[in-house]
Nanobody, 115 residues
Framework: QVQLVESGGGLVQAGGSLRLSCTASGITFRINAIGWYRQPPGKQRELVARISPGGTTNYADSVKGRFSISRDNAKNTVYLQMNSLKPEDTAVYYC?????????WGQGTQVTVSS
């Protein structure tokens, strides 16, 4: 059974930083793309950042230069370092693992940025 467990969310002031972690189990982590999505209140879920098995990254335009995604295959973990946070970054952040056949989702972690 595949499980994705996120941690690291919380409340932070604008300009601050947070690091999200997502640890996978029940799957061969290193061969799959993995990423972070977010869903702001009242809006649709959107891609934040994604990293391929080979380490290629892509980011939403709104977070480029502020967020950084990385993966540690030895720990089956993906990280999202979020710097210079803005109130508009407030959302539930979800970890997503893409096997090309199936998408797996974590339970989500709340990030709230106060102005």
């Amino acid at each position: 059974q595949v499980q994705l467990v996120e941690s690291g969310g919380g409340l932070v002031q604008a300009g601050g930083s947070l690091r999200l972690s997502c640890t996978a189990s029940g799957i061969t982590f290193r061969i799959n793309a993995i990423g972070w999505y977010r869903q702001p209140p009242g809006k649709q879920r959107e891609l934040v950042a994604r990293i391929s098995p080979g380490g290629t990254t892509n980011y939403a335009d709104s977070v480029k230069g502020r967020f950084s995604i990385s993966r540690d295959n030895a720990k089956n973990t993906v990280y999202l370092q979020m710097n210079s946070l803005k109130p508009e970054d407030t959302a539930v952040y979800y970890c997503n693992l893409d096997t090309r056949l199936t998408n797996y989702w974590g339970q989500g972690t709340q990030v709230t940025v106060s102005s």
